[in-house]
């Protein structure tokens, strides 16, 4: 017998797919239920489970998001969408099954059918191309102390050092995150540029490029970004984009 979640916004979405396992899975019981990210992730904690059933754009975060704070390696994601032309786009790139709302009992049983104990869970690469297919408004960073939801448009800058990310909020506030830099490319697609090896900016947040002491970028929170010798040119491009 498999165990499942099913992580949904929509307490409709949940109970109809709950009665739709019930019904059409029989090797699958449904043994905790989810309306958000925090607490789908605090939830499988607790719980153990083989499936996640696994919405991605909640009103908190998306799928994604929740599986930057989960160990993947533990469940088999079967993601749900009302969105057809992300679905078609999204499952070009990653070897994972989906069900598009409303969801139908025969597509619910063959995805079912391909969990198997022995197949391998998402991997990051699979997650970072998904995120860069689909950018969403909200990010979840997991920090050692708390889950915070932030809003991209709120992110000035990214630093890295080492294995670790520090972001830079518009209210002057910072978190640390146990991620490289690498991992957060996906907010490219948001307006975001990598001008340096350690730093990734918000370009909508700048300032202005000053030429002087070798050239840096000076951010809306005054801060000073400086940019790689061989990324200048690019640089120069985006932000003349952007204007």
Do not use: W
């Not at 992580?7 to 979405?13: E, F, G, W």
């Not at 059409?24 to 059933?53: M, T, W, Y």
């Not at 997991?142 to 209210?171: A, C, G, H, M, P």
């Not at 202005?208 to 690019?234: F, H, N, Q």
């Amino acid at each position: 017998m498999k165990k499942a979640v099913i992580i949904d916004d929509n307490k409709l979405a949940i109970a109809s797919l709950k009665a739709d396992v019930e019904d059409h899975c029989p090797n699958v019981e449904i043994v905790g239920q989810s309306e958000g990210v925090i607490e789908a992730a605090k939830l499988l904690r607790e719980l153990e489970a083989d499936i996640l059933f696994l919405d991605i754009h909640m009103n908190n975060g998306t799928g994604f998001d929740l599986l930057d704070i989960l160990d993947t390696t533990k469940y088999q994601v079967i993601f749900t969408t009302a969105s057809p032309d992300f679905a078609i786009k999204a499952f070009q790139y990653a070897a994972v099954d989906y069900l598009l709302k409303p969801i139908e009992p025969q597509r619910l049983i063959e995805a079912v059918s391909k969990v198997k104990s022995d197949k391998p869970a998402l991997d990051s690469q699979q997650i970072t191309m998904l995120k860069e297919i689909d950018t969403p408004e909200k990010i979840v960073l997991s920090t050692s102390e708390e889950i915070r939801i932030v809003e991209i448009k709120e992110i000035i800058r990214l630093e890295s050092s080492n294995n670790y990310t520090t972001f830079y909020l518009e209210d002057g506030s910072k978190i640390l995150v146990s991620k490289t830099l690498k991992e957060y490319s996906f907010l490219n697609e948001a307006g975001f540029y990598r001008v340096h090896q350690s730093h990734q900016i918000n370009l909508s947040k700048v300032q202005a490029y000053i030429k002087t002491e070798g050239g840096y970028i000076l951010m809306k929170d005054d801060s000073r970004v400086p940019v790689s010798v061989r990324k200048k040119a690019e640089v120069m491009k985006a932000l003349q984009k952007e204007q």
